[in-house]
């Protein structure tokens, strides 16, 4: 069993930035990915990046995020971040943390981001 905890959304203006946080519940570097997804009112759920967590992988960015988010982990703090810049109203939406481990997928309750003046 995995638990995932993200935090560090909140609200910000256009422009600005935040840096969410997924920590887990066992070490991350059992995982085989982790993602971020985010989920706007009225949307679906749409994948926003994703990390590989073994080797010959690629991070993957949605196109609407490419260049300004940027995903990471820190296998010490078992965590998984997604810094968020030049955020734009459309990034609003509930973030979540998606991991996969021995074959099964993991979500975090996941954490709102509002972008608004």
């Known amino acids: 069993q995995v638990q995932l905890v993200e935090s560090g959304g909140g609200l910000v203006q256009p422009g600005g930035s935040l840096r969410l946080s997924c920590e887990a519940s066992r070490s991350i570097g059992s995982f085989t990915t982790m993602h971020w997804y985010r989920q706007a009112p009225g949307k679906q759920r749409e994948l926003v990046a994703t990390l590989p967590l073994t080797t010959g992988g690629y991070t993957i960015y949605a196109d609407s995020v490419k260049g300004r988010f940027t995903i990471s982990r820190d296998n010490t703090k078992n965590t998984l971040y997604l810094q968020m810049n030049s955020l734009k109203p459309e990034d609003t939406a509930v973030y979540y943390c998606?991991?996969?481990?021995?074959?099964?997928?993991?979500w975090g309750q996941g954490t709102q981001v509002t972008v608004s003046s």
């Open positions: 998606r991991a996969y481990y021995f074959g099964n997928a993991y």
